[in-house]
């Protein structure tokens, strides 16, 4: 196996956005600030409280992860119609002068405007991908693609409860997903330095994963992104690019050089490189093979570009 000088993994930053209450469109609490927080990001990841317990006070005086979760989605959705709203009036003014674009848009902006309104998030309501480019310099807040943190207690790690049951059932019907984790285990699990020691800790409880990771490969998954490797004496380093890209968009990651004056890239399967031990183990077995700019990056590939400008 390679032992290089340097190892970079790759980094997904979570963004932790407190104060959200309810009548935050409004500027209720921190609100304003928070929303157009919520703007920068590409998902949202939405950790809802799903234990009991009387020495932690709820703002709303009893656990209940579907309210909790409706108020959100509340705000968000009135920020959203907010913005619609003032972009329907400044087309609506277009299209009277005969601009029959503008008029097609009044259209598509309506649309989210009444889904809005009766309670859906921007991402379920039901348009043509193509008219999706009407709002996106809007950055509506409830287009963004959403996951489920389910918050449990340490004795309902493994099982979920009738409150994860709950939030289960209310998001159903946006086929969002759903993960249980235990905020008080995970703040136990980061106390730990040695990998033995973690993996003891987290089998005591039945896990083999923390729910860190859990969440990590989670968001993957909802933003559709995978990992490929570059390795060398020098470095090793993990990319993150978009499921679907092919060759060339996957070297431009590096460097736009790379992209732009790309030849071939010599590509490792991750379960070869595994089995085999080293690129000149892969190489004597015949498990490197050469691709071109329509091959389709796979998740774990370990990849070398060749390219000139």
Not at 45 to 69: L, Q
Not at 119 to 148: F, M, Q
Request: hydrophobic share 40%; glycine share 6%; proline share 2%.
């Amino acid at each position: 196996m390679v032992k290089p000088q340097r190892v970079i993994p790759t980094v997904i930053e979570f963004v932790d956005i407190a104060g959200l209450v309810k009548g935050a469109s409004k500027g209720e609490g921190l609100g304003n600030k928070f929303l157009a927080n919520i703007r920068e990001v590409d998902a949202i990841i939405h950790v809802v409280r799903c234990f009991e317990d009387d020495n932690i006070v709820h703002v709303a005086g009893g656990v209940d992860p579907v309210f909790d979760k409706e108020v959100i989605d509340t705000e968000l959705q009135l920020k959203d119609l907010e913005s619609i709203e003032k972009k329907i009036q400044r087309f609506e003014k277009i299209a009277k002068s005969g601009d029959a674009k503008a008029k097609k848009d009044v259209e598509i902006l309506n649309k989210f405007k009444d889904g809005l309104q009766s309670g859906l998030n921007a991402r379920s309501v039901d348009v043509e991908k193509e008219d999706l480019e009407v709002v996106r310099d809007l950055h509506l807040l409830t287009i963004k693609p959403v996951l489920y943190v389910a918050n449990v207690d340490e004795k309902n790690i493994l099982t979920g409860n009738k409150y994860v049951d709950q939030l289960r059932e209310a998001v159903k019907s946006e086929n969002a997903e759903v993960i249980v984790l235990c905020a008080a285990i995970e703040s136990q699990i980061a106390e730990f330095e040695d990998a033995d020691e973690k993996a003891m800790f987290l089998s005591e409880y039945g896990l083999d994963e923390s729910g860190l990771n859990k969440l990590i490969a989670a968001a993957y998954k909802l933003l559709d992104l995978i990992t490929y490797f570059t390795a060398g004496v020098q470095e090793v380093r993990a990319w993150t690019i978009k499921k679907g890209w092919k060759a060339p968009q996957a070297a431009g990651v590096i460097h736009t050089d790379f992209e732009r004056g790309f030849i071939k890239a010599e590509v490792i399967k991750l379960s070869d490189y595994e089995l085999y031990k080293s690129e000149a183990g892969c190489r004597e077995n015949g498990k490197i093979a050469i691709e071109g700019k329509e091959y389709i990056v796979q998740d774990g590939d370990i990849m070398h570009f060749r390219f000139n400008v």
